[in-house]
């Protein structure tokens, strides 16, 4: 069982960010974008027919996975950032 104020990316232990509504902070299920976007490529990676593309796809997918478990913040980005851009 999971803690609710856990992000549900498995992996990650950061809190989920709040959203306002109204005037009212809810919880999200993530605790951010970078999570929320993992799990929407994950997602689109395990429906796709077989193919060396989505093979490549996963390989690419795990790497974005551990760097985002070897984050100290949860919107520290720039090591995502660097491993696009080569900076």
């Keep these: 069982?999971?803690?609710e104020n856990t992000c549900a990316r498995d992996g990650c232990t950061f809190h989920v960010e709040l959203v306002m509504i109204g005037e009212t902070p809810?919880?999200?299920v993530y605790?951010?974008?970078s999570c929320a976007d993992?799990?929407?490529f994950r997602?689109?990676?395990e429906n796709a027919a077989p193919s060396r593309d989505v093979a490549a796809a996963l390989q690419h997918l795990n790497a974005l996975e551990r760097l985002l478990n070897e984050r100290v913040q949860p919107f520290e980005v720039g090591p995502l950032l660097e491993?696009?851009?080569g900076r």
């Design 83 to 85: 491993s696009l851009y």
């Design 1 to 3: 069982m999971t803690d």
């Design 43 to 45: 997602r689109a990676i």
């Design 31 to 33: 605790c951010g974008d």
């Design 26 to 28: 809810m919880p999200t």
């Design 38 to 40: 993992f799990e929407w």
